[in-house]
């Protein structure tokens, strides 16, 4: 290989296994280390090829293999905002490698537990990693403010990694909510690009955050956003009636959990002079506005969080979280709780959800 001939630099780092197999914490400083450095190109981390360039082999790290798939779910899992890295497994001079190929952080990134480093040319002159200052960090502060989560690239996805029946699902979407009719005249392709769900520059390279969320293959959405998650909860008292979680793509995790909310949505009916009118325990208008809030507005830079709306059999709702965020029932409208990360572009065209100002 020729980044092993080159040797270690600012974009290529070694990590020998020949005295100890190397921490997942390790592997995850050493990624973060390559991911904040100042240079444009890729960078490489080399498990199992020593200081030296000498190459002793990489240690299985999931029983007697390594999955490179959950390497970057490792990798997406423990850093902050979450980087998406490709990784496979290289053989060179009769000895297998893990190679992970990292991206430049457009924003600074650390590990999930708050550590920030960074790789530059020591005094000696050679490369290593050190730790980031609060200059440092609020240096970068402007780029942050910059990126369209939305249109973030994700690695290793292609026009396979596509739904169909999730494109037609998205255009009846559109003609039943009243969106941009134009989208429905697009082939396909056009179509996609049309709502960002594609980096295109006429062949189709990879889809974007937006287009695996929006029509990606479940198992593409599994293995290339593993903790993308939603949960439907019915509760009394204590007792879990309904407990439904969802790993699938954002419109049809609408449906799904409107498919619920109806079954479970019981009415009383009053009398009002001579006409009967039924009153709803809740409004299926305000649930669908908490649960597009809560996919949409979810921040897609964090990984772990996940929105839960709850409906109680006392008829009221309550909102749980799992660490930061939540939306529930109380707050759907609430503009305040909008975070900036979300998956914006395309909801406008789809119909879906009003057009509303964004606050921090």
Known sequence: MALLQAGESLS??????????????????????????????????????EDGGTVTGAKPRHGSITDP????????????????VRAFIANANGHEILAVQVPR??????????????RVILGAGEPGCLPMTPSDILSRQSIAVQEDVSARIVDG????DVDPLEILRLRDTIKRYRGD?????????????????????????CLTLTGLLLAGKEQS??????????????????????????????????????????????????MAGMFRIGIPDYSERTFREGVVNALVHRDYTRQGHRYYLQR???????????????????????????????????????GRKRKVAQSG
Request: aromatic share 6%; hydrophobic share 35%.
């Open 69 to 84: 798939d959950r390497v970057v779910a490792l990798i997406a899992n423990r850093t902050r905002p979450s980087l998406s």
């Open 12 to 49: 290529v780092e070694f990590k020998g296994e020949s005295r100890k197999a190397l921490s997942d914490t390790e592997l995850v400083e050493s990624v973060v280390c390559l991911a904040n450095r100042d240079r444009e190109d890729d960078g490489w981390l080399l498990v199992g090829v």
């Open 181 to 205: 009719a134009v989208l429905l005249e697009l082939s396909d392709l056009d179509f996609a690009k049309a709502l960002g769900m594609v980096d295109a520059n006429g062949d189709t390279r």
């Open 312 to 350: 109680t059999a006392e008829k009221r709702s309550t909102c749980s979280r799992l660490r930061e965020k939540h939306v529930c029932l109380g707050n759907a409208g609430d503009s305040r709780r909008q975070g900036k990360p979300g998956v914006h572009p395309p909801r406008v065209g789809a």
């Open 105 to 118: 952080a457009r924003i600074t990134t650390g590990t999930a537990d708050g550590k920030y480093v960074r």
């Open 157 to 160: 996805t292609s026009w396979d």
């Open 221 to 270: 959405i599994r293995r290339r956003l593993p903790t993308h998650e939603a949960a439907f909860q019915v509760l009394s008292d204590v007792d879990v009636e309904v407990n439904q979680f969802y790993r699938s793509p954002l419109v049809r995790t609408l449906e799904e959990m409107l498919l619920y909310f109806r079954a479970r949505n019981r009415e009383a009916e009053v």
